[in-house]
Protein backbone atom coordinates (compact mmCIF):
# COMPACT_ATOMS: atom_id res chain seq x y z
CA UNK A 1 0.00 0.00 0.00
CA UNK A 2 1.40 3.44 -1.09
CA UNK A 3 1.18 5.94 1.62
CA UNK A 4 1.87 9.49 1.31
CA UNK A 5 3.77 10.69 -1.91
CA UNK A 6 5.49 13.69 -2.89
CA UNK A 7 4.66 16.17 -5.49
CA UNK A 8 6.82 16.50 -8.23
CA UNK A 9 9.05 20.01 -8.41
CA UNK A 10 9.21 21.89 -11.54
CA UNK A 11 11.31 20.22 -14.34
CA UNK A 12 12.36 17.08 -12.06
CA UNK A 13 12.51 13.48 -13.98
CA UNK A 14 10.44 11.03 -13.02
CA UNK A 15 13.43 9.04 -11.71
CA UNK A 16 14.04 11.75 -8.96
CA UNK A 17 10.36 11.73 -8.15
CA UNK A 18 10.13 8.19 -7.34
CA UNK A 19 14.05 8.12 -5.55
CA UNK A 20 12.74 10.87 -3.07
CA UNK A 21 9.43 8.82 -2.35
CA UNK A 22 12.18 5.95 -1.39
CA UNK A 23 14.02 8.33 0.83
CA UNK A 24 10.43 9.35 2.61
CA UNK A 25 9.01 5.69 1.78
CA UNK A 26 11.13 3.88 5.26
CA UNK A 27 12.17 1.16 2.97
CA UNK A 28 16.01 0.02 4.21
CA UNK A 29 16.14 -1.96 0.61
CA UNK A 30 16.14 -1.29 -2.86
CA UNK A 31 14.39 -4.55 -3.21
CA UNK A 32 11.69 -4.49 -0.86
CA UNK A 33 10.30 -0.59 -2.61
CA UNK A 34 11.12 -2.17 -6.41
CA UNK A 35 8.28 -4.74 -5.99
CA UNK A 36 5.74 -2.01 -5.17
CA UNK A 37 6.94 0.50 -7.90
CA UNK A 38 7.82 -1.86 -11.03
CA UNK A 39 6.54 -4.34 -12.77
CA UNK A 40 10.01 -5.95 -13.46
CA UNK A 41 11.27 -5.21 -9.47
CA UNK A 42 14.63 -6.57 -11.36
CA UNK A 43 14.89 -4.61 -14.46
CA UNK A 44 17.53 -1.95 -15.03
CA UNK A 45 16.13 1.51 -14.27
CA UNK A 46 15.16 3.86 -17.28
CA UNK A 47 16.55 7.11 -15.94
CA UNK A 48 15.10 9.71 -18.42
CA UNK A 49 12.08 8.09 -18.78
CA UNK A 50 10.46 5.22 -16.70
CA UNK A 51 9.59 0.97 -16.18
CA UNK A 52 6.78 0.12 -16.14
CA UNK A 53 4.59 0.71 -13.25
CA UNK A 54 2.45 -0.68 -11.17
CA UNK A 55 -1.33 0.46 -11.16
CA UNK A 56 -0.85 1.71 -7.99
CA UNK A 57 2.11 3.81 -8.61
CA UNK A 58 0.19 4.78 -11.65
CA UNK A 59 -2.87 5.89 -9.63
CA UNK A 60 -0.56 7.78 -7.16
CA UNK A 61 1.18 9.76 -9.63
CA UNK A 62 -1.41 11.20 -11.59
CA UNK A 63 -3.53 12.25 -8.80
CA UNK A 64 -2.66 15.81 -8.98
CA UNK A 65 -0.61 15.56 -12.05
CA UNK A 66 -1.97 14.31 -15.71
CA UNK A 67 -0.21 11.73 -17.73
CA UNK A 68 0.52 13.83 -20.37
CA UNK A 69 2.35 16.52 -17.68
CA UNK A 70 4.45 13.89 -16.60
CA UNK A 71 5.84 12.68 -20.27
CA UNK A 72 5.94 16.61 -21.00
CA UNK A 73 7.65 18.05 -18.14
CA UNK A 74 9.13 15.24 -15.89
CA UNK A 75 11.10 12.92 -18.77
CA UNK A 76 13.09 13.42 -21.92
CA UNK A 77 10.48 12.86 -24.21
CA UNK A 78 10.34 17.23 -25.53
CA UNK A 79 13.90 16.01 -26.39
CA UNK A 80 14.50 12.79 -28.38
CA UNK A 81 10.68 12.82 -29.99
CA UNK A 82 10.71 16.84 -31.07
CA UNK A 83 11.89 15.75 -34.70
CA UNK A 84 10.89 12.00 -34.59
CA UNK A 85 8.91 10.82 -37.67
CA UNK A 86 4.61 11.01 -36.68
CA UNK A 87 4.03 7.60 -36.71
CA UNK A 88 6.91 6.81 -34.37
CA UNK A 89 6.00 9.49 -31.94
CA UNK A 90 2.67 8.92 -31.79
CA UNK A 91 3.52 5.24 -30.83
CA UNK A 92 5.99 6.48 -28.04
CA UNK A 93 3.59 8.42 -26.85
CA UNK A 94 0.98 6.02 -26.08
CA UNK A 95 3.38 3.60 -24.79
CA UNK A 96 4.49 6.28 -22.43
CA UNK A 97 0.61 7.28 -21.68
CA UNK A 98 -0.10 3.87 -20.60
CA UNK A 99 3.18 3.84 -18.35
CA UNK A 100 5.73 1.66 -20.37
CA UNK A 101 8.72 2.96 -20.75
CA UNK A 102 10.68 1.33 -23.55
CA UNK A 103 10.71 4.06 -26.12
CA UNK A 104 14.04 4.29 -26.72
CA UNK A 105 14.04 2.18 -30.03
CA UNK A 106 11.25 4.37 -31.47
CA UNK A 107 12.91 7.55 -31.01
CA UNK A 108 15.93 6.62 -32.90
CA UNK A 109 18.02 5.34 -30.30
CA UNK A 110 20.45 2.22 -30.51
CA UNK A 111 21.63 -0.03 -28.41
CA UNK A 112 25.04 1.22 -28.87
CA UNK A 113 23.68 4.54 -28.04
CA UNK A 114 22.17 3.99 -25.14
CA UNK A 115 25.60 1.67 -23.92
CA UNK A 116 28.07 4.98 -24.28
CA UNK A 117 28.74 6.49 -20.66
CA UNK A 118 26.99 9.29 -19.61
CA UNK A 119 25.67 10.06 -15.80
CA UNK A 120 23.25 12.59 -14.39
CA UNK A 121 24.05 16.22 -14.29
CA UNK A 122 23.65 18.80 -11.48
CA UNK A 123 24.39 22.49 -11.45
CA UNK A 124 25.95 24.01 -7.91
CA UNK A 125 23.69 26.65 -8.33
CA UNK A 126 20.29 25.10 -8.92
CA UNK A 127 21.38 22.82 -6.54
CA UNK A 128 22.19 25.61 -3.77
CA UNK A 129 18.66 27.42 -5.13
CA UNK A 130 16.69 24.17 -4.54
CA UNK A 131 17.38 23.91 -1.08
CA UNK A 132 16.89 27.61 -0.48
CA UNK A 133 13.35 27.17 -2.12
CA UNK A 134 12.59 23.91 -1.39
CA UNK A 135 14.55 22.53 1.43
CA UNK A 136 15.79 19.79 -0.80
CA UNK A 137 17.29 19.55 -4.02
CA UNK A 138 16.64 17.35 -7.26
CA UNK A 139 17.11 15.88 -10.79
CA UNK A 140 16.70 18.88 -13.32
CA UNK A 141 16.03 17.35 -16.92
CA UNK A 142 17.00 20.59 -18.44
CA UNK A 143 20.45 19.21 -16.82
CA UNK A 144 20.43 16.02 -18.42
CA UNK A 145 19.82 16.81 -22.25
CA UNK A 146 22.69 15.05 -23.99
CA UNK A 147 25.77 17.37 -25.25
CA UNK A 148 25.23 19.86 -22.73
CA UNK A 149 28.02 21.13 -20.56
CA UNK A 150 26.95 24.18 -19.01
CA UNK A 151 24.02 25.10 -16.77
CA UNK A 152 22.04 26.94 -19.13
CA UNK A 153 20.51 29.16 -16.30
CA UNK A 154 24.04 29.92 -14.50
CA UNK A 155 25.92 29.26 -17.54
CA UNK A 156 28.45 27.33 -15.48
CA UNK A 157 29.91 23.71 -15.56
CA UNK A 158 27.54 20.92 -15.00
CA UNK A 159 29.22 18.07 -12.59
CA UNK A 160 28.79 14.12 -13.64
CA UNK A 161 26.80 12.44 -10.31
CA UNK A 162 28.09 9.10 -9.88
CA UNK A 163 24.30 7.90 -11.36
CA UNK A 164 24.53 6.12 -14.97
CA UNK A 165 21.93 7.39 -17.33
CA UNK A 166 21.97 4.78 -19.36
CA UNK A 167 19.43 2.33 -18.84
CA UNK A 168 21.15 -1.01 -19.00
CA UNK A 169 23.07 -0.31 -15.75
CA UNK A 170 21.61 0.67 -12.98
CA UNK A 171 19.27 -0.47 -10.72
CA UNK A 172 18.86 1.68 -7.73
CA UNK A 173 17.15 5.18 -6.59
CA UNK A 174 19.25 7.56 -5.77
CA UNK A 175 18.25 10.99 -4.86
CA UNK A 176 20.14 14.33 -5.86
CA UNK A 177 20.56 15.53 -2.46
CA UNK A 178 22.42 12.41 -1.61
CA UNK A 179 24.32 12.22 -4.70
CA UNK A 180 25.30 15.88 -5.78
CA UNK A 181 27.94 16.60 -3.51
CA UNK A 182 30.41 18.97 -5.37
CA UNK A 183 29.42 22.63 -4.73
CA UNK A 184 32.34 24.63 -6.01
CA UNK A 185 31.26 27.06 -8.99
CA UNK A 186 33.17 26.72 -12.06
CA UNK A 187 32.98 29.00 -15.40
CA UNK A 188 35.13 28.74 -18.65
CA UNK A 189 34.58 30.58 -21.35
CA UNK A 190 33.21 28.93 -24.57
CA UNK A 191 30.30 30.95 -26.36
CA UNK A 192 29.77 28.34 -28.77
CA UNK A 193 28.83 25.89 -26.10
CA UNK A 194 26.60 27.99 -23.64
CA UNK A 195 24.76 29.04 -26.55
CA UNK A 196 24.33 25.77 -27.83
CA UNK A 197 22.78 24.80 -23.92
CA UNK A 198 20.74 27.44 -24.08
CA UNK A 199 19.64 27.19 -27.64
CA UNK A 200 18.88 23.12 -26.85
CA UNK A 201 16.90 24.00 -23.79
CA UNK A 202 14.98 26.35 -24.93
CA UNK A 203 13.80 24.29 -27.10
CA UNK A 204 13.13 20.81 -24.84
CA UNK A 205 10.89 23.48 -23.03
CA UNK A 206 9.14 24.55 -25.82
CA UNK A 207 5.61 23.07 -26.25
CA UNK A 208 5.76 20.00 -28.52
CA UNK A 209 3.10 19.18 -30.88
CA UNK A 210 3.30 15.56 -31.15
CA UNK A 211 0.91 15.40 -34.35
CA UNK A 212 2.67 17.69 -36.63
CA UNK A 213 3.46 15.74 -39.98
CA UNK A 214 5.99 18.55 -41.17
CA UNK A 215 9.96 16.78 -41.44
CA UNK A 216 12.47 18.67 -39.76
CA UNK A 217 15.11 18.45 -43.01
CA UNK A 218 12.42 19.36 -45.35
CA UNK A 219 12.27 23.06 -43.14
CA UNK A 220 16.09 23.50 -42.84
CA UNK A 221 16.51 22.82 -46.69
CA UNK A 222 13.34 25.57 -47.32
CA UNK A 223 15.43 27.81 -44.95
CA UNK A 224 19.13 27.50 -47.19
CA UNK A 225 16.65 29.16 -49.95
CA UNK A 226 17.72 32.54 -50.30
CA UNK A 227 21.12 32.04 -48.73
CA UNK A 228 24.84 31.36 -50.25
CA UNK A 229 24.25 27.68 -50.09
CA UNK A 230 21.79 27.04 -52.53
CA UNK A 231 21.58 26.45 -56.29
CA UNK A 232 18.21 28.12 -57.04
CA UNK A 233 18.33 26.92 -60.61
CA UNK A 234 18.84 23.20 -59.57
CA UNK A 235 17.47 22.94 -55.82
CA UNK A 236 20.94 21.64 -54.80
CA UNK A 237 23.04 22.33 -51.61
CA UNK A 238 26.02 24.11 -52.15
CA UNK A 239 27.93 21.52 -49.89
CA UNK A 240 31.38 22.83 -51.16
CA UNK A 241 30.66 25.29 -48.85
CA UNK A 242 27.98 25.01 -46.60
CA UNK A 243 30.45 22.08 -44.53
CA UNK A 244 33.53 24.21 -44.36
CA UNK A 245 31.51 26.79 -43.00
CA UNK A 246 29.88 24.80 -40.56
CA UNK A 247 33.03 23.35 -39.42
CA UNK A 248 34.55 26.52 -38.65
CA UNK A 249 31.44 27.32 -36.44
CA UNK A 250 31.72 24.34 -34.08
CA UNK A 251 34.66 24.02 -34.11
CA UNK A 252 35.45 24.63 -30.55
CA UNK A 253 32.81 22.42 -29.61
CA UNK A 254 34.58 19.87 -27.68
CA UNK A 255 33.94 16.40 -28.65
CA UNK A 256 31.92 16.96 -31.31
CA UNK A 257 31.12 14.50 -33.91
CA UNK A 258 28.78 16.11 -36.11
CA UNK A 259 30.71 17.81 -38.93
CA UNK A 260 31.18 15.43 -41.48
CA UNK A 261 29.44 15.76 -45.22
CA UNK A 262 27.86 12.81 -45.51
CA UNK A 263 26.15 13.43 -41.84
CA UNK A 264 24.93 16.49 -42.41
CA UNK A 265 23.47 15.42 -45.99
CA UNK A 266 21.38 12.94 -43.57
CA UNK A 267 19.58 15.70 -41.81
CA UNK A 268 18.30 18.06 -44.67
CA UNK A 269 17.27 14.41 -46.70
CA UNK A 270 15.16 13.21 -43.55
CA UNK A 271 17.47 10.38 -42.89
CA UNK A 272 18.47 11.82 -39.61
CA UNK A 273 15.89 13.51 -37.04
CA UNK A 274 18.23 13.37 -34.22
CA UNK A 275 17.56 16.79 -32.12
CA UNK A 276 21.52 17.56 -31.25
CA UNK A 277 22.39 17.80 -34.98
CA UNK A 278 19.57 19.66 -35.53
CA UNK A 279 19.84 22.66 -33.48
CA UNK A 280 23.01 22.47 -34.46
CA UNK A 281 22.70 23.34 -38.08
CA UNK A 282 19.32 25.85 -37.09
CA UNK A 283 21.97 27.26 -34.92
CA UNK A 284 24.55 27.30 -37.89
CA UNK A 285 21.65 29.13 -40.15
CA UNK A 286 20.66 31.49 -37.52
CA UNK A 287 17.22 29.82 -36.86
CA UNK A 288 15.62 31.20 -33.90
CA UNK A 289 14.26 28.42 -31.32
CA UNK A 290 10.48 29.92 -32.04
CA UNK A 291 10.89 29.25 -35.40
CA UNK A 292 12.28 25.99 -35.08
CA UNK A 293 9.21 25.28 -32.41
CA UNK A 294 6.55 26.65 -34.86
CA UNK A 295 7.96 24.78 -38.50
CA UNK A 296 6.11 26.99 -41.39
CA UNK A 297 6.88 25.93 -44.85
CA UNK A 298 5.12 28.27 -47.40
CA UNK A 299 5.64 26.13 -50.22
CA UNK A 300 6.77 22.86 -51.24
CA UNK A 301 10.20 22.21 -50.73
CA UNK A 302 11.91 21.10 -54.02
CA UNK A 303 14.55 18.86 -54.31
CA UNK A 304 16.79 18.78 -57.06
CA UNK A 305 14.34 18.81 -60.39
CA UNK A 306 11.16 18.36 -60.05
CA UNK A 307 10.33 15.05 -61.45
CA UNK A 308 12.95 13.56 -59.58
CA UNK A 309 10.39 12.24 -56.56
CA UNK A 310 11.98 11.51 -52.98
CA UNK A 311 8.79 8.60 -53.34
CA UNK A 312 10.39 5.49 -54.83
CA UNK A 313 6.72 4.19 -55.14
CA UNK A 314 5.97 7.77 -57.03
CA UNK A 315 8.61 7.08 -59.48
CA UNK A 316 8.50 3.46 -60.56
CA UNK A 317 4.40 4.08 -61.16
CA UNK A 318 5.77 6.93 -63.77
CA UNK A 319 8.57 4.64 -64.76
CA UNK A 320 7.60 4.14 -68.30
CA UNK A 321 6.50 7.81 -68.75
CA UNK A 322 9.66 9.30 -67.70
CA UNK A 323 12.02 10.80 -70.84
CA UNK A 324 14.80 9.29 -69.78
CA UNK A 325 17.14 10.98 -72.66
CA UNK A 326 15.99 14.51 -71.45
CA UNK A 327 16.56 13.72 -67.76
CA UNK A 328 20.08 11.99 -68.21
CA UNK A 329 20.97 15.25 -70.37
CA UNK A 330 19.61 17.76 -67.89
CA UNK A 331 21.31 15.88 -64.96
CA UNK A 332 24.84 15.75 -66.62
CA UNK A 333 25.74 19.43 -65.36
CA UNK A 334 24.54 18.53 -61.88
CA UNK A 335 26.15 15.13 -61.59
CA UNK A 336 29.86 17.19 -62.96
CA UNK A 337 28.82 19.79 -59.81
CA UNK A 338 28.61 16.73 -57.52
CA UNK A 339 31.79 15.10 -58.55
CA UNK A 340 33.91 18.33 -58.47
CA UNK A 341 32.26 18.55 -54.69
CA UNK A 342 34.16 14.87 -53.86
CA UNK A 343 37.37 16.08 -55.30
CA UNK A 344 37.49 19.59 -53.92
CA UNK A 345 37.64 18.83 -50.17
CA UNK A 346 40.76 20.35 -48.91
CA UNK A 347 39.79 19.62 -45.05
CA UNK A 348 36.99 17.28 -45.09
CA UNK A 349 37.14 13.78 -45.30
CA UNK A 350 37.40 12.52 -48.73
CA UNK A 351 34.54 9.67 -50.09
CA UNK A 352 34.89 7.13 -52.60
CA UNK A 353 32.94 8.18 -55.87
CA UNK A 354 30.57 5.15 -57.15
CA UNK A 355 26.87 4.88 -58.44
CA UNK A 356 24.65 4.35 -56.01
CA UNK A 357 26.21 7.38 -53.52
CA UNK A 358 25.38 9.27 -56.30
CA UNK A 359 22.04 7.84 -56.89
CA UNK A 360 21.14 8.66 -53.31
CA UNK A 361 22.93 12.29 -53.53
CA UNK A 362 20.66 13.18 -56.25
CA UNK A 363 17.22 11.47 -55.14
CA UNK A 364 17.48 8.94 -57.53
CA UNK A 365 16.39 5.03 -57.22
CA UNK A 366 18.61 2.31 -56.95
CA UNK A 367 20.39 1.35 -60.45
CA UNK A 368 18.58 4.28 -62.33
CA UNK A 369 21.87 5.68 -63.95
CA UNK A 370 23.25 2.81 -64.93
CA UNK A 371 20.16 1.90 -66.65
CA UNK A 372 18.31 5.01 -67.72
CA UNK A 373 21.04 7.61 -67.51
CA UNK A 374 24.24 6.65 -70.32
CA UNK A 375 25.61 10.24 -70.30
CA UNK A 376 25.73 10.35 -66.45
CA UNK A 377 26.79 6.76 -65.99
CA UNK A 378 29.98 7.52 -68.46
CA UNK A 379 30.76 10.64 -66.50
CA UNK A 380 31.16 8.88 -63.39
CA UNK A 381 32.78 5.94 -64.51
CA UNK A 382 35.71 8.79 -65.39
CA UNK A 383 36.25 9.52 -62.08
CA UNK A 384 35.82 6.47 -60.67
CA UNK A 385 39.33 5.58 -59.04
CA UNK A 386 41.07 2.41 -57.76
CA UNK A 387 41.40 1.51 -54.15
CA UNK A 388 44.89 2.82 -54.14
CA UNK A 389 44.21 5.66 -55.91
CA UNK A 390 41.48 6.44 -53.03
CA UNK A 391 44.07 5.28 -50.49
CA UNK A 392 46.37 8.48 -52.20
CA UNK A 393 43.61 11.18 -51.73
CA UNK A 394 42.38 10.38 -48.42
CA UNK A 395 46.01 10.35 -47.08
CA UNK A 396 46.95 13.64 -48.65
CA UNK A 397 43.71 14.73 -47.30
CA UNK A 398 45.37 13.33 -43.84
CA UNK A 399 48.05 15.52 -44.16
CA UNK A 400 46.81 18.59 -44.66
CA UNK A 401 44.60 18.25 -41.41
CA UNK A 402 47.54 17.13 -39.50
CA UNK A 403 49.42 20.27 -40.88
CA UNK A 404 46.29 22.54 -40.05
CA UNK A 405 45.59 21.61 -36.62
CA UNK A 406 49.57 22.33 -36.13
CA UNK A 407 50.74 18.64 -35.24
CA UNK A 408 53.70 16.61 -36.20
CA UNK A 409 53.03 14.70 -39.36
CA UNK A 410 54.20 11.13 -37.96
CA UNK A 411 52.66 7.82 -38.26
CA UNK A 412 50.45 7.99 -35.47
CA UNK A 413 48.91 11.07 -36.31
CA UNK A 414 48.10 9.67 -39.62
CA UNK A 415 47.41 6.74 -38.33
CA UNK A 416 44.58 7.80 -36.47
CA UNK A 417 42.72 9.73 -38.91
CA UNK A 418 43.12 7.17 -41.98
CA UNK A 419 43.13 3.81 -40.20
CA UNK A 420 45.61 2.29 -42.78
CA UNK A 421 48.41 -0.03 -42.54
CA UNK A 422 51.76 0.98 -43.29
CA UNK A 423 51.61 -1.77 -46.18
CA UNK A 424 48.60 0.50 -47.42
CA UNK A 425 50.73 3.66 -47.87
CA UNK A 426 53.50 1.74 -49.95
CA UNK A 427 50.68 0.69 -52.58
CA UNK A 428 49.31 4.19 -53.32
CA UNK A 429 52.57 6.02 -53.69
CA UNK A 430 52.44 5.81 -57.06
CA UNK A 431 49.12 8.39 -57.42
CA UNK A 432 49.75 10.71 -54.82
CA UNK A 433 52.04 13.38 -57.07
CA UNK A 434 47.29 13.96 -58.34
CA UNK A 435 46.81 14.73 -54.94
CA UNK A 436 49.70 16.07 -52.59
CA UNK A 437 52.38 18.68 -52.45
CA UNK A 438 56.20 17.21 -53.28
CA UNK A 439 56.95 18.91 -49.84
CA UNK A 440 54.08 16.45 -48.40
CA UNK A 441 54.85 13.29 -50.20
CA UNK A 442 58.47 13.74 -49.04
CA UNK A 443 57.05 13.75 -45.15
CA UNK A 444 54.70 10.69 -46.16
CA UNK A 445 57.89 8.79 -47.67
CA UNK A 446 59.57 9.21 -44.63
CA UNK A 447 56.69 7.25 -42.38
CA UNK A 448 57.79 4.11 -44.73
Known amino acids: MIGFFPAPYPDELVYSWLARYKERSGYVGFKDIAHELFVQPKTKRNVEFFNDLTDGVKSVLTMNVTADEIIMKHTMFPYYARFAPLEQRDKAYEMLID ?18 PRFLKYCPVCEREDRAKY ?5 HGIHQIPFIKFCPIHECVLYDSEIPINQYRYTSLDTAEKMAIKTAVVYQKNDIEIAYSKYVTDLFKAELDIHTETKVGDYLQYRLEGTKYYYPESNMRKMKSLVPDFQKYTEKLENNYFKEAEQIERIFNCKNWGTHETCLIAMFLKISVDDLVNINIPHEVKRNKNWISQDRKLLHRNWKRLDWKQIDEAMLPE ?5 EEYFDREYIRPQKISVHKMERRLGLCDKTIMTKMPKCAEEIRKHMETQEEFWARELAWAVRVIKKEGKVINWTNVRALTK ?13 YKYASVEDITEIEKLI
Not at 422 to 428: A, G, H, L, P
Open 335 to 339: VKKAI
Open 420 to 432: KRRQSITYCLPYL
Open 99 to 116: FQGKVYGLLGLTKKELVK
Open 135 to 139: GETFW
